[in-house]
Every structure is written in C-alpha cells, then in structure tokens.
C-alpha cells in the first residue's frame, strides 16, 4: 500500500486562472489526479492581475516574505479549489510584483525583477505552509520559476521542514533563471552555494542549475525529452550538469485532461462527436472555415496550427515553406501569439493567400475548434519537451503531422504504409524540405488513402493518455525522492 503523502505543489501558472503554455494544463490537472489516489495536495501560484479575486476566499492574516537584504514584505493570500475537485489553491497576493498585465514580460522582453518576483513566490510558497500548518512531505517545484525550492528547503527553511523531499520537474529547459550573483542575499541560501556544481554560471547564479543539482529527484515532462536533455543538442549548456544527475532523473509523460479535451462533450465546437459517429467533424470542419473565411469545402485537407509564435514551435520553418504548401490545393489555419516578426509575417500571407488564415493572438475557444475542425494538426518543433495539442489532436481525429523530438516522437507512431497503421505523420530531419514532404505525403494519404486515414483517426480517438497512470509515477518518484533524501542510494 502506497504512503499517503502531503504534497506541496508550486507553479507559476495554472489553468483556468493563468495560462501561457502547457505548464497551465499540467499544474490544473495533476493534482487533481495526486488527490484521487489519496494524497494531500495543495497547489500555489502567484495572484496575477489576470486573476479576479471576488470569488475567492481570503484569508485573514497577511503572509511574511522574508526577501534577506530586502527586507521582510507582506503578502496577502485568497483561496478556492480547483474545478471539479476538492484540491485547494491558494494564490500569493503581493501588487508590486504580481499586479501586471503579463505573467512574465510585456513587449519589451521579461520583466527585469523577475528574479526577485520568482524568489519571493517561492519563499511565500513554504511561508504558506508553515501560515496553513501544512507539513510537507513532498515540495513539487515546476520550471525555474521555483526551482529555489529545493536549495531553500536545504537553507533557509530547513529547520522548518527538515524531512521533506523535493522534485523539480523541467517542463522546458530552454528558460533557466540566470541573474546576478548578488540574489544570493535575497535567497538566503549561503554563499557556498555559489559555486559551479550548484547555482554558480558566467559569474551569475542560474536557478534551475542550482534547483537540479539540489531537488532530490527531477523529473521532465516525457521519457525521450529526458533523454536529449543529456545531449548538447538539446542540452541549452546543462547536458553535462544533467548527465552528472540523471541518477535522480525520470521521464513521466503529460496526461490529458478529458474533462476539457474531448469532442463528445466540447462545449465550444459546433457539433459534438465521437468515434462511432463523425459526421459532426464534418460540421465542425465548415464551421471553422466559416469562422477563417476560407472556402467552404469537405473535400481540401484543412491543417491547423495552436502555439507560442517561438522558435522552438518551428514556425521559422513553417515561414520558409508556407508559400510552397500553398501552392497546393490545402488550406491551413494558424492561431497563436509571440514573435512579432512571425505575427506580421503569417498575417502578411493571410492577407495575399485565400487558402490561408492567422488569428494572432490568445483563444481557448478557437484552439478547441481549430483541433475539432481540421482533418491534421501540425507541430514541427525544434525541440518539444512533452507538447500537449498533438495529445489533444489525437482524441479529436486530427492526425498530427510532427517533428521526432521530445514527446513528440513518444506519442505520435507514423503512419505505415504496408500495414496501414498509424496515428500521425513524422519526419526528422528540421529542415524546410523534410517539413514540405512530410505535410505533402500527409495529404496525399488524406485524397487517396480514405480508408486508411480514416483507420487511423479511429485508433487515434481511442488511444487515452491518463493523468491517472502519470500521477502513479510521479508517486515512485516521490517514493524515491523521499528516499534519496534519507540518504538511502538509489538508481533512477
Ligand atoms: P507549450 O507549453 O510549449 O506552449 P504545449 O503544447 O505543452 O506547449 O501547450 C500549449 C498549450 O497552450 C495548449 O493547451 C494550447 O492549446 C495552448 N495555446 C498555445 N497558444 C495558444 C493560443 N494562441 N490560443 C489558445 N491556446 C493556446
Ligand atoms: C512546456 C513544453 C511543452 C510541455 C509543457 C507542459 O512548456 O514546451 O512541451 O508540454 O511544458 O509540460
């Protein structure tokens, strides 16, 4: 029988009340799925000004932040559950950092005190805890926005929770928190820390570095990304610092949420359906192109693509080919925000392209009928630590066409063509060509392939990727960072 653990868990961003990327989905999803296996979970993020606070509950007493040389500041704390579960949240109030329009940045690049904003959260977060007379036995940090964590429980918390083991998941690792050494004196965490096998880079302290040396197990978001991280290819300079850790390494793929990612019920698409019935795909096919303005046709292969407009998406490659892929009798949708070169540019070839069309910018609505409305969905990243929307094409009968990285290679099985099986379209190679190809052989089974794309959808929309089974393995690696952190060796 498994131990019933509390579990602590902090992140920046969490779905419904903030949203960047897929650390969201995760943070909104999982624990809940920790809960119902039994353990005791609290979740934190920061109150962002994004969040309104008149339905949450507040808490009387104000929290003390002490911020080392800065001084001791007050933070205020609301309250509510997640959706649909019995999972509490709390958010950490405190204007000066959190009251912004953005999460971590605004058109001029990330804000300049986001070390100091992160560093606060972090410290607040085990404040809380002590406020909440909630002991810990697991602190689950995500990203470098809270890897501290595992050096603070080490440091300047560690009489107040000396038994409780930390885990930092890498969601990506191209974002590592690198700032002047002098955070140190905000930190609190001693200057021996400040040397090059832990927080020490380029005469600055790099906070992810120190929280992988420090946590008791890491864990990145699926089991191949976990692999390329020890590479210098994907590596972003730590692959050496991570190899020298990857006893305590595991790769634990995202599940999905079904509660949210599910064409049977899908609230925002114009028809619902399933796999024993697709005729409402169809519907949701011309209801997109309605809403795009594109020609309304069943028979064109319509290809859609949901994401940050960032390098890492590969839309660079997109950009190089999309004029040639246009030359084809297909239409494809973008929606997504970022790289301002990138939203001038896809909107410049939406307005000169009638097979085309860009939304710039942020909607949940529209990312749920662009995965119901296309007939592929397309991610050719440069790198993909899990990604989520192949994940969510899948259910919805949207074949992904996708580059082999991350989890991208371990969810997606390309499309075979001796037996016929399949759930997506891969290619390897991040160049223009191998991107033009592979999108081109996608269609081409798409025309002339019906019955086995068809067979592929169907498998595709039965396959079920279970927060369930991931919260089972992030259970032994808690087991296993509890005892790492009693000294007991053990090999990842
Ligand atoms: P990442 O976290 O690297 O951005 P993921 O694939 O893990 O990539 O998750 C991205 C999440 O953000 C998905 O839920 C996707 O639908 C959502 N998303 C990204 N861009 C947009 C957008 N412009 N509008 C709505 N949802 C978006
Ligand atoms: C990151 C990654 C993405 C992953 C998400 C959630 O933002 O870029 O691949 O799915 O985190 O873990």
Known sequence: MTEKLNILFASAEVVPFAKTGGLADVSGALPKALKELGHNVIVVMPRYYCIETSKLEKIPQPLGVPMGVLGEFWAGVFKTTLPQSDVEIYFIDYEEYFGRAGLYGDHNGGYP?????????????LQLCKMLHFTPDIVHANDWHTASLPLLLKTRFVHDFAYAASVLTIHNLQHQGYFPKEDIEVLEVGWEYFNPHSLESLDGINILKGGIAEADAITTVSKKYAQEIQTPQFGFGLDGHIRAHSSKLFGILN????????????????????????????????????????????????????????????????????????????????????????????SEVAHLRKNFAVHVGYSNELAHKIEAGCDMFLMPSLFEPCGLNQIYSL??????????????????????????????????????????????????????????????????MREHFSW?????????????????KRGEYDEA
């Not at 069943?298 to 390098?311: E, M, P, Q, T």
């Not at 369930?468 to 790492?484: G, Q």
């Open 255 to 346: 599940g999905v949420d079904y509660t949210q990612w599910n064409p049977a019920t899908d609230p925002f698409i114009a028809k619902n359906y399933d796999f024993d019935d697709m005729r409402g795909k169809q519907l949701c096919k011309r209801d997109l192109q309605q809403r795009f303005g594109l020609d309304l046709r069943d028979d064109v292969a319509l290809i859609g693509f949901v994401g940050r407009f960032a390098k890492q998406k590969g839309i660079e490659l997109i950009a190089n080919v999309i004029h040639s892929l246009l030359d084809s009798d297909i239409q494809i949708v973008m929606l997504g925000t970022g790289e301002s070169w990138a939203e001038s540019f896809f």
């Open 113 to 125: 005190d986001n070390d100091k904003r992160f560093i606060f959260f972090s410290k607040a977060a």
């Open 395 to 460: 259910r919805y009968g949207t074949l992904p066409i996708v580059r082999a990285v991350g989890g991208l290679d371990d969810t997606i099985v390309n499309f075979d063509e001796n037996s016929k099986t399949g759930n997506g379209f891969k290619f390897y190679d991040a160049t223009p060509e191998a991107l033009y190809n592979t999108v081109i052989w996608a269609v081409d089974v798409y025309e002339n392939k019906k019955e086995a794309f068809a067979k592929m959808q169907r498998f595709a």
């Open 468 to 484: 369930e089974d991931s919260a089972k393995e992030y259970t032994k690696v808690y087991e296993f960072a509890l005892r790492h």
